[in-house]
């Protein structure tokens, strides 16, 4: 080996070595789909009397990451969650090593960094006979994506993928326009049955009912006291975001499953799917049934869901934008929800 190339190895080794001496752990507090979210993350974490940096980097794949903290070991970081406010601790928040790259813009006052497009300053390309040979950052161990969860939490085994925001953007984007003309309509009537999760969708003309959608659904657990009889549809939303209430907020914590107490749309939490439709059916007082989307679609036909009505993400989309179009001509009041 010459003596340039002893010299460049010398150098790789040096910097690779005061990168490990230098390690920068953080709290990841929220994972979130969109900059609006991470912002809104960001500042809840300030009104909470925290006393610290908050920061917010663009990952991989287009999630944005808020972060609390930067801490010289992971044990501090730990520390630092175990004394955090309420909110933070609703979030699941765990710690994580940060790369330099993230360390060297915190004070940059930019209001993300994005990893995709910013390089290390240490990041530079090693010469040995004048050919590159290396960059530090590819000789470094690879960081591991943040998997946007608690890495204690428990998923359940039945949530077979993660539902993303490009997930949900596809489905609202297909072409699921309505060809029938649904001005000529007088009332939308929509019967879902518990018995055999089946949902089938009736347009009313001259007292005459025409089919025009059929779907399979999953519905109420058979040990549960489910929503009857007639209703209407309060609000409909594409891409929801979902506020669990406290009860489902404790059902799901003895599960093992940590939710935010507000869960983004496109979030891998977030069981409402790509769409949700709010019923005015009331049990025990409650007025919290919806017709949804899933998380997991192969429970669709089965007897599932806490009360309300689960749909394939395409379908429940394909729903939203069909109802949403009737009630261009007419109104939400001519949409009428049967549930038996």
């Known amino acids: 080996m010459n003596i340039k190339a002893f010299l460049g190895l010398i150098i790789l080794t040096n910097v690779l070595f005061a990168n490990i001496q230098n390690k920068k752990y953080s709290i990841s507090v929220c994972t979130t789909s969109t900059l609006e979210y991470a912002t809104t993350c960001k500042k809840r974490i300030e009104n909470s009397s925290v006393n610290n940096i908050v920061f917010i980097v663009k990952e991989r794949k287009n999630r944005f990451q808020t972060y609390l903290g930067l801490f010289d070991s992971e044990k501090e970081a730990n520390q630092a969650i175990k004394i955090s406010s309420n909110y933070v601790k609703q979030q699941g928040p765990f710690s994580k090593e940060i790369n330099n790259n993230i360390v060297n813009q915190i004070n940059s006052n930019l209001p993300y960094i994005d990893i995709n497009q910013n390089i290390l300053p240490e990041e530079k390309i090693i010469i040995?006979?004048?050919?590159?040979?290396?960059?530090?950052?590819?000789?470094?161990?690879?960081?591991?994506?943040?998997?946007?969860?608690?890495?204690?939490?428990?998923?359940?085994?039945?949530?077979?993928?993660?539902?993303?925001?490009?997930?949900t953007n596809k489905a609202i984007n297909n072409n699921l326009?309505?060809?029938?003309?649904?001005?000529?309509?007088?009332?939308?009537?929509?019967?879902?049955?518990?018995?055999?999760?089946?949902?089938?969708?009736?347009?009313?003309?001259?007292?005459?009912?025409?089919?025009?959608?059929?779907?399979?659904?999953?519905?109420?657990?058979?040990?549960?006291?489910?929503?009857?009889?007639?209703?209407?549809?309060?609000?409909?939303?594409?891409?929801?975001?979902?506020?669990?209430?406290?009860?489902?907020?404790?059902?799901?914590?003895?599960?093992?499953?940590?939710?935010?107490?507000?869960?983004?749309?496109?979030?891998?939490?977030?069981?409402?799917?790509?769409?949700?439709?709010?019923?005015?059916?009331?049990?025990?007082?409650?007025?919290?049934?919806?017709?949804?989307?899933?998380?997991?679609?192969?429970?669709?036909?089965?007897?599932?869901?806490?009360?309300?009505?689960?749909?394939?993400?395409?379908?429940?989309?394909?729903?939203?934008?069909?109802l949403k179009d009737f009630s261009k001509y007419k109104s939400m009041n001519d949409i009428t929800v049967k549930l038996d």
């Open 128 to 167: 040995i006979n004048d050919e590159p040979i290396a960059k530090v950052e590819e000789i470094k161990e690879k960081i591991v994506e943040d998997d946007s969860i608690n890495q204690k939490m428990v998923i359940e085994e039945n949530i077979v993928r993660e539902y993303t925001s490009n997930d």
């Open 177 to 322: 326009s309505n060809k029938e003309d649904l001005s000529k309509f007088e009332e939308i009537i929509i019967e879902v049955s518990s018995k055999t999760n089946m949902m089938i969708v009736k347009a009313k003309e001259n007292n005459e009912l025409t089919t025009l959608k059929t779907y399979n659904v999953s519905t109420g657990k058979n040990n549960i006291k489910k929503p009857k009889g007639l209703g209407k549809i309060s609000e409909i939303t594409l891409n929801p975001v979902w506020y669990p209430t406290q009860d489902t907020l404790n059902s799901f914590r003895k599960r093992g499953i940590y939710l935010p107490s507000v869960v983004p749309g496109g979030h891998k939490l977030n069981y409402m799917g790509a769409a949700k439709l709010n019923l005015t059916h009331v049990v025990d007082g409650a007025q919290t049934f919806r017709i949804h989307g899933t998380l997991n679609e192969n429970t669709i036909g089965t007897n599932e869901s806490a009360g309300c009505i689960r749909m394939k993400n395409e379908e429940v989309v394909q729903l939203a934008n069909l």
